[in-house]
């Protein structure tokens, strides 16, 4: 089949590119980029390539330093820039619509997020890399059942990516289902032991269970990629099993690498001061992830206090979202009141 190149180095670098980006990571990220970058030099018509270049500067800010995220200048420009160029050299291409989709999506602009890919899934219906960004999709506009459909079958089609087993149980996590959560980061860990955000998740599932021992012997395998240290996150785990008193400053930069643990200490204005003190640069990123911790209806307890203050409903807006569900069907627990009001309760 045809590869889009006449150059069997130009197809290789991409291929090594698109398995870096796989693994995630600030070091294989950077490393995808520059595969990219150099597979493009050679052949700058090859549009996969343009596409892996797309989809590797919208997921970095994730994984990269400061530094490296400056380095790279604008990062969602690029990104933007990338996915149009892929489709611009081949419009049928279902990495470049699916790069589109995610370049839309870090836009909130959802229905043609939601357009770009299910054009990019009519392209490539088994494609399990558009089924990841797809699933989150799903689950940051409250589709989560649809969310759960995608993520298994991906999982079927794909079981050995860790970054795949990621989005399936961020998908449980928002159900509730924790069994199901657990069995997808043991076999995450399984493959990828260090690859921090299912450590992340494995250490807040610790906390949540109360097995506190257990979540002290993981913080001594993690590297917090500089956000915070071992020292204090181990303070912050003490603070989780018994949250009486309120957290210094040290703790507060701790807990505001993962915000959640406010959410598990039930302590819910905490979790929006941090929420809302997050990197502006990267508020659309943040935002995202707070649209899926805000739709989960796991504790009805977490979701009445969170709902109750005017700050969920502000970014529910900020986000655009009820325009989208005017569209596509409110999701439970959420109504509109007229034409321009809406209420999640």
């Given at each position: 089949?045809?590869?889009?190149?006449?150059?069997?180095?130009?197809?290789?670098?991409?291929?090594?590119?698109?398995?870096?980006?796989?693994?995630?990571?600030?070091?294989?990220?950077?490393?995808?980029?520059?595969?990219?970058?150099?597979?493009?030099?050679?052949?700058?018509?090859?549009?996969?390539?343009?596409?892996?270049?797309?989809?590797?500067?919208?997921?970095?800010?994730?994984?990269?330093?400061?530094?490296?995220?400056?380095?790279?200048g604008?990062?969602?420009?690029?990104?933007?820039?990338?996915?149009?160029?892929?489709?611009?050299?081949?419009?049928?291409?279902?990495?470049?619509?699916?790069?589109?989709?995610?370049?839309?999506?870090?836009?909130?602009?959802?229905?043609?997020?939601?357009?770009?890919?299910?054009?990019?899934?009519?392209?490539?219906?088994?494609?399990?890399?558009?089924?990841?960004?797809?699933?989150?999709?799903?689950?940051?506009?409250?589709?989560?059942?649809?969310?759960?459909?995608?993520?298994?079958?991906?999982?079927?089609?794909?079981?050995?990516?860790?970054?795949f087993?990621?989005?399936?149980?961020?998908?449980?996590?928002?159900?509730?289902?924790?069994e199901?959560?657990?069995?997808?980061?043991?076999?995450?860990?399984?493959?990828?032991?260090?690859?921090?955000?299912?450590?992340?998740?494995?250490?807040?599932r610790?906390?949540?269970?109360?097995?506190?021992?257990a979540?002290?012997?993981?913080?001594?395998?993690?590297?917090?990629?500089?956000?915070?240290?071992?020292?204090?996150?181990?303070?912050?785990?003490?603070?989780?099993?018994?949250?009486?008193?309120?957290?210094d400053?040290?703790?507060?930069?701790?807990?505001?690498?993962?915000?959640?643990?406010a959410?598990?200490?039930?302590?819910?204005?905490?979790?929006?001061?941090?929420?809302?003190?997050?990197?502006?640069?990267?508020?659309?990123?943040?935002?995202?992830?707070?649209?899926?911790?805000?739709?989960?209806?796991?504790?009805?307890?977490?979701?009445?206090?969170?709902?109750?203050?005017?700050?969920?409903?502000?970014?529910?807006?900020?986000?655009?979202?009820?325009?989208?569900?005017?569209?596509?069907?409110?999701?439970?627990?959420?109504?509109?009141?007229?034409?321009?009001?809406?209420?999640?309760?």
């Amino acid at each position: 089949a045809s590869t889009g190149t006449t150059d069997p180095e130009v197809y290789d670098l991409f291929l090594q590119g698109r398995a870096l980006h796989r693994q995630r990571g600030s070091r294989n990220l950077m490393d995808a980029l520059d595969l990219f970058e150099r597979a493009l030099v050679i052949d700058p018509n090859f549009a996969p390539a343009w596409a892996g270049l797309s989809h590797s500067l919208n997921v970095i800010t994730a994984y990269a330093s400061v530094e490296e995220i400056e380095a790279l200048g604008d990062v969602d420009g690029r990104s933007l820039q990338a996915a149009e160029k892929a489709l611009e050299l081949d419009p049928t291409l279902a990495t470049a619509l699916h790069a589109m989709a995610n370049n839309q999506l870090a836009r909130f602009n959802w229905a043609e997020a939601q357009d770009y890919y299910e054009q990019a899934l009519a392209q490539d219906p088994e494609s399990t890399d558009i089924m990841e960004d797809y699933g989150h999709f799903l689950l940051y506009s409250w589709q989560t059942e649809k969310a759960r459909l995608v993520a298994d079958q991906m999982i079927k089609l794909d079981p050995f990516v860790p970054i795949f087993r990621f989005m399936a149980l961020r998908v449980y996590e928002t159900l509730g289902e924790n069994e199901a959560q657990d069995s997808h980061i043991a076999a995450a860990l399984a493959i990828h032991p260090v690859l921090f955000s299912i450590q992340n998740r494995h250490l807040l599932r610790l906390v949540e269970e109360g097995d506190f021992a257990a979540a002290h012997s993981l913080v001594d395998q993690m590297d917090f990629q500089g956000w915070t240290t071992v020292e204090n996150m181990h303070r912050v785990i003490d603070w989780a099993s018994d949250p009486a008193k309120r957290p210094d400053d040290e703790m507060l930069t701790a807990i505001a690498y993962l915000p959640q643990l406010a959410l598990l200490a039930g302590e819910y204005e905490l979790w929006f001061e941090i929420v809302e003190s997050k990197d502006e640069e990267r508020r659309w990123e943040n935002i995202l992830v707070t649209l899926s911790l805000l739709s989960s209806t796991a504790n009805d307890q977490q979701f009445r206090a969170l709902h109750a203050d005017p700050r969920a409903k502000q970014m529910i807006s900020e986000a655009s979202l009820p325009e989208y569900w005017r569209t596509v069907g409110w999701p439970p627990r959420c109504r509109p009141l007229g034409a321009e009001d809406f209420v999640c309760e």
